[in-house]
């Protein structure tokens, strides 16, 4: 059979990565690297979970200090994961 349009398997593959319940799982599956850049080296590296369930950001903290830090900034933490990832996939942040 022949086509009248053929189509690359890149432009079949950037098709598919666009949609929009693609985009958001691949945004969704890069929060933890989001995560530390937002943060920081240091604050990062006091982080021992990073975990996204249901638009909720559950953050495991080893130190008080950094858990109140990112306790106190949570709303702004959101808004700037929010705003790199380029959706709306973090509602709230529960700090542990």
Not at 1 to 4: I, N
Not at 25 to 32: D, F, L, M, N, S
Not at 47 to 66: F, K, N, P, Q
């Given at each position: 059979?022949?086509?009248?349009a053929?189509?690359s398997i890149?432009?079949i593959l950037?098709?598919f990565?666009e949609?929009?319940?693609v985009?958001?799982?691949?945004?969704?599956?890069?929060?933890?690297d989001i995560w530390?850049?937002?943060?920081?080296p240091?604050?990062?590296?006091a982080?021992?979970?990073?975990?996204?369930?249901?638009?909720?950001?559950?953050?495991?903290?080893?130190?008080?200090?950094?858990r109140?830090?990112?306790?106190?900034?949570?709303?702004?933490?959101?808004?700037?994961i929010?705003?790199?990832?380029?959706?709306?996939i973090?509602?709230?942040i529960v700090?542990?």
């Open positions: 059979m022949k086509r009248t053929p189509r890149g432009e950037t098709e990565f949609r929009p319940y985009a958001r799982k691949i945004a969704e599956g890069r929060v933890p530390a850049e937002v943060v920081g240091q604050m990062a590296a982080t021992r979970e990073v975990r996204l369930e249901r638009g909720i950001l559950y953050i495991g903290m080893t130190s008080g200090v950094a109140q830090e990112v306790f106190y900034r949570r709303d702004s933490l959101a808004a700037e929010n705003r790199r990832a380029g959706h709306d973090v509602r709230s700090v542990r």
